[in-house]
């Protein structure tokens, strides 16, 4: 049997979710909250676009593919910081019960090159050996 899965799409991450971006004035905290709470819908609406009968999924591993509109150097753990929206969407839509490390494993992203199509793809696979996890929490 192999396990099940489901890749979403959104947008590459505003720089105001990034862990480098400072937040120091008032206005700045609340563009910060409304581009979290943003991306979290969009996230929560991508995994609910796909029905996907068996959820909750006890544990999942989330592996990212970034599209940057440009060739850089980029940070893989600002990368992943800057998902943290997107992960709680994954959450809200009922697919995985938390976003903990019990229940949802984040693999180190890759960066490739799209001028035409900036995103980040986000491919969410079911743990196998963590069928019924969902049951006992």
């Keep these: 049997m ?3 899965s489901v890749t979403i799409i959104l947008p590459l991450p505003v720089k105001v979710l990034s862990p480098n971006c400072a937040v120091a004035t008032p206005g ?3 563009t910060k909250a409304a581009a ?3 991306y979290r819908k969009l996230a929560q609406e991508a995994i609910e676009a796909e029905s996907i009968e ?4 006890g544990k999942v591993t989330v592996a990212a593919k970034f599209f940057f509109p440009t060739k850089h150097r980029r940070d893989q753990d600002n990368a992943v910081a800057s998902l943290k929206a ?3 969407g ?20 890759l960066f490739l090159f799209d001028s035409l199509y900036p995103r980040v793809e986000l491919t969410i696979r079911k743990c196998v050996n963590a ?7």
């Design 36 to 38: 979290i709470k943003r």
């Design 86 to 88: 997107a992960y709680d």
């Design 54 to 57: 068996t959820k909750p999924w």
């Design 90 to 109: 994954i959450v809200d839509s009922g697919l995985v019960i938390d976003d903990d490390y019990e229940h949802m494993e984040r693999r180190m992203p």
């Design 2 to 4: 192999t396990p099940e």
């Design 131 to 137: 069928e019924n996890d969902s049951e006992g929490s």
């Design 28 to 30: 700045g905290r609340f």
